[in-house]
């Protein structure tokens, strides 16, 4: 099984890297309408008639998301100001989230309901490893089992979480290259360009799903009869 677990962690690190590959690569394919990722997004959200979400530049790369808690759409500074094919795309599966939102797609809500439980097993799951690790506090007063059940339970809340994002992401991409298409913005080309780099960013979350759900199986071998 830590083989397993291994295996997963490479497989995300090698489409973590591919992923990355082709974001450069589309981000050096002007984007025939010279709009700016930002243009795409307000035109989007225009398009389906949200007017109550803002679209904010933030640092880093890769680090573009929706926030549904202010309702705003981040944006990278190489997404917010390019006017590329990976920008287009970035900026048109953002926006999906909040088309999600606006219609209170299930998936995203389920999501939205699960973060503050994943926060919580993430740092229940902190304190019981290194209780382990040492050999005191919660594993010296429970047990081994209480406190790998407790693993368990934790580690099931943070696989559901997964679970869910797939669907949710997924949607998100396919609402952008539909809207992209629709609204006559990209060509055919740029359309299966974007359609790629969406396709791997979307298996980041797969194999982060199936990571999880190994980690999952992996406290449940370490139970003791």
Not at 76 to 87: H, K, Q, T
Not at 166 to 190: F, K, M
Request: proline share 2%; hydrophobic share 50%.
């Amino acid at each position: 099984m830590l083989v397993l677990i291994i295996l997963f962690i490479v497989a995300g690190l090698v489409v973590q890297q591919r992923l990355k590959a082709k974001f450069k690569k589309y981000s050096k394919e002007a984007l025939s309408n010279g709009m700016s990722g930002a243009e795409i997004a307000q035109r989007m959200l225009d398009d389906h008639g949200i007017h109550d979400v803002r679209i904010e530049s933030v640092a880093g790369k890769l680090t573009d998301h929706y926030n549904p808690a202010n309702k705003t759409v981040n944006l990278s500074p190489d997404v917010y100001s390019g006017r590329s094919v990976s920008s287009a795309a970035v900026a048109a599966h953002e926006v999906g989230h909040a088309v999600q939102h606006a219609q209170s797609y299930r998936w995203l809500e389920m999501r939205s309901q699960l973060v503050p439980m994943v926060q919580f097993s993430g740092r229940i799951m902190n304190i019981v490893i290194w209780s382990m690790i040492l050999g005191v506090g919660f594993l010296g007063i429970f047990g081994v089992n209480t406190a790998i059940w407790v693993l368990i339970a934790a580690q099931l809340a943070i696989t559901t979480f997964s679970l869910v994002t797939l669907p949710v992401e997924y949607d998100a991409s396919n609402r952008a290259l539909a809207w992209l298409t629709t609204s006559g913005l990209i060509t055919t080309d740029e359309h299966a360009k974007a359609d790629d780099a969406l396709s791997w960013a979307a298996r980041t979350y797969l194999v982060a799903a199936l990571a999880s759900m190994a980690q999952l199986a992996y406290y449940f071998t370490l139970l003791r009869d």
